[in-house]
């Protein structure tokens, strides 16, 4: 879902810009996705994290919506392994972070995907999704890692 207009954040210096890849271990290779608004006042981005011979998916984010929220956070992994995490998100606009376990690597960085869904309160079944933000970029758009 790509963003609508910039929000006063973005014009003071940078969407998402208190945790951006400064929550990001020293010496850590990040490949992250773009960074998401939803309508509903949900913001997240989601990164691929690898370093020592681990790796793990973390999702920024950020909730505006005055409800708290789920999120599902999953690592998918080469060979058809995933590891899937749930996070509430409370209603406080401050920004946060969710993340897998670290697991031993399974190859490349470039071989992972990690994918954060955000969706509203109420029974699951009703639950509307909010946002759906991955580690991957668009095609041509530059990666934060090296392999």
């Known amino acids: ?36 608004v939803a309508p509903e006042g949900v913001e997240a981005q989601t990164c691929v994290l690898s370093r020592g011979g681990e790796t793990w998916a973390r999702t920024y984010h950020r909730n505006t919506t005055g409800e708290e929220l789920r999120s599902v956070l999953t690592l998918m992994a080469p060979g058809g392994r995933t590891v899937e995490l749930h996070c509430a998100l409370a209603a406080d606009d401050e920004p946060g972070s969710c993340e897998t376990p670290r697991e031993p690597s399974a190859g ?5 995907r990690a994918v954060a869904e955000f969706a509203g309160a109420g029974p699951v ?12 970029r668009a095609p041509g758009d530059a990666d934060t890692a090296a392999d």
Do not use: I, N, Q, T
């Not at 945790?19 to 990040?30: I, L, S």
């Not at 079944?125 to 991957?136: I, K, M, N, T, Y």
């Open 1 to 36: 879902m790509p963003r609508k207009s910039p929000s006063k954040r973005e014009a003071e210096g940078g969407f998402l810009s208190e945790f951006d890849r400064a929550a990001v271990p020293g010496g850590a290779a990040a490949r992250c996705g773009p960074e998401l």
């Open 108 to 112: 490349k960085l470039s071989a992972y």
């Open 125 to 136: 079944e009703e639950a509307p999704l909010l946002l759906r933000a991955g580690s991957d």
